[in-house]
């Protein structure tokens, strides 16, 4: 079975900073997609970015970006300039390429952001 | 936008009671998932399904069941509550196909068992 381990249950940052989340995963797939979804204080789970693995080129979208170290199994998620709104906690997720959509989830990162 | 609302934000029932949970998904999704999220163990799935009347189970299905009669509803049963099901549950949808696609996510139900 695959699993999704979040070392860093809580990390901070500073406002305008940079932050690193770290995810790393067990797999014996060779084709599989990763994600990262972001919780905010009681709001609803949204998609933050996601990587096929197939693909070597890291995904980007605006000040989320990620490295994918594949060999290393490794998925980590970079949040450039930092802001309020970026507060939640982190979700690092997995699903194979096959089969139906079931995603094993990570236990999470708390990020705070601090003014 | 994707939709996907829950019939209550925050639930109270004693042990022994049967609960209901709904999720409802405007979407056309076929794919709906049920998961538990509690503080130190990330989201847990229960239950998933890919079509109406047809369910999977999860990794944690014990103590649960699941209805599914019409694609835009997939319900979450606990034929007899007890304490040990207090938490934070979150109803997901998807479309079929590509691996791809995201899950979307309802707002979720915090459930207290008394």
């Known amino acids: 079975a695959q699993t999704v381990t979040q070392s860093q249950p809580e990390m901070s940052v500073q406002e305008a900073e940079t932050v690193t989340l770290s995810c790393t995963y067990d797999t014996s797939e060779s084709d599989y997609y990763l994600f990262w979804y972001k919780q905010p204080p009681s709001r609803q789970m949204i998609l933050v970015i996601r990587?096929?693995?197939?693909?070597?080129q890291n995904a980007t979208e605006n000040r989320f970006s990620v490295n994918f170290q594949k060999a290393a199994k490794s998925f980590s998620l970079k949040i450039s300039d930092s802001q309020l709104g970026d507060a939640a906690m982190y979700f690092c997720?997995?699903?194979?390429?096959?089969?139906?959509?079931?995603?094993?989830f990570g236990i999470g990162t708390k990020l705070q952001v601090i003014p | 936008d994707v939709k996907v609302t829950q019939s209550s934000r925050y639930l109270v029932k004693r042990t022994g009671e049967k609960v209901f949970l709904e999720c409802v998904q405007d979407m056309d999704h076929e794919n709906m998932f049920w998961y538990r999220q509690d503080p130190g163990l990330g989201l847990r799935l229960i239950y998933f399904?890919?079509?109406?009347?047809?369910?999977e189970k999860g990794d944690i299905p014990e103590g649960y069941s699941v209805s599914r009669e019409k694609k835009e509803r997939f319900s979450l049963i606990l034929e007899s509550a007890s304490t040990n099901q207090t938490s934070m549950y979150l109803c997901?949808?998807?479309?079929?196909?590509?691996?791809?696609?995201?899950?979307?996510f309802g707002p979720g139900t915090r459930l207290t068992v008394l």
């Open positions: 990587q096929e693995a197939y693909k070597q």
């Open positions: 399904s890919y079509d109406v009347k047809m369910k």
């Open positions: 997720a997995y699903r194979n390429s096959g089969g139906y959509q079931k995603v094993t």
């Open positions: 997901a949808s998807s479309l079929y196909g590509s691996s791809y696609n995201e899950q979307f």
